[in-house]
């Protein structure tokens, strides 16, 4: 698959992403994470690196994932190592990777069936992804889709049972979801 960076806006967007969105708090993301020194980390659509910038002072070797230039400079800027390239086709091995987690990103994903089995592949057994989304159940998230459909932005949401089940039927396992306000953090395991 060739990557399409279908989402440009991403690109002149990234030298402010982290204005608008750099106060957000992901305390259940990094207590469902439990990284432990070691761990080969992977923070997909990770855009700026914002998260990850939190996320490698509990230890372990994260690398940002995402096919956007502008997000990636970003991330070169914070001296954090990224990769280019999609969700859907993941340039690691099978069973490489202690931990995922995505955060404000699978609505983006182009080909969310295709994402949800490759990062399951690259997911070692016993490793963990973990997924923050907005709840689609929730008005803000229902509105924001709407929104986001008007601007033919080609996202697509779901209710977080339903993102849970795209990944079980790959051979993840749902440990919990947990929702706060208009977000939902879905917990899966393999
Ligand atoms: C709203 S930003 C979120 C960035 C980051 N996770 C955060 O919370 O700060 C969504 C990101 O998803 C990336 N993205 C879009 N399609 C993708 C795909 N198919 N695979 C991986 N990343 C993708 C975009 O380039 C963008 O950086």
């Known amino acids: 698959m060739k990557i399409r960076n279908r989402h440009g806006h991403f690109n002149w967007i990234a030298p402010f992403y982290d204005r608008f969105f750099g106060g957000m708090q992901h305390r259940a993301l990094f207590q469902h994470l439990d990284i432990q020194p070691g761990h080969r980390v992977l923070d997909v659509g990770g855009g700026t690196g914002r998260v990850t910038q939190h996320v490698v002072q509990l230890g372990g070797h994260v690398w940002v994932v995402d096919p956007s230039p502008g997000m990636l400079r970003e991330v070169r800027r914070k001296g954090l190592p990224g990769v280019r390239a999609l969700a ?8 490489s990777v202690d931990r995922i987690f995505i955060v ?17 592949r690259v997911l070692k057994p016993g490793g963990r992804l973990v997924i923050e989304e907005p709840d689609l159940r929730t008005l803000p998230t229902k509105i924001i889709a709407v929104l986001e459909k008007l601007a033919l ?18 051979g993840a ?16 395991s393999k």
Do not use: G
């Not at 859907?88 to 069973?95: G, H, N, S």
């Not at 932005?153 to 790959?170: G, I, S």
């Open 88 to 95: 859907e086709q993941l340039p690691f091995p099978a069973e």
């Open 104 to 120: 404000d990103a699978f609505h983006h994903f182009a080909h969310q069936e295709l994402a949800a089995r490759d990062l399951v």
């Open 153 to 170: 932005m080609q996202t697509h949401f779901y209710a977080p049972p339903d993102l849970a089940a795209l990944f079980v039927a790959h």
């Open 173 to 188: 396992q749902l440990v919990t979801i947990e929702t706060e306000n208009f977000n939902a953090t879905v917990v899966l």
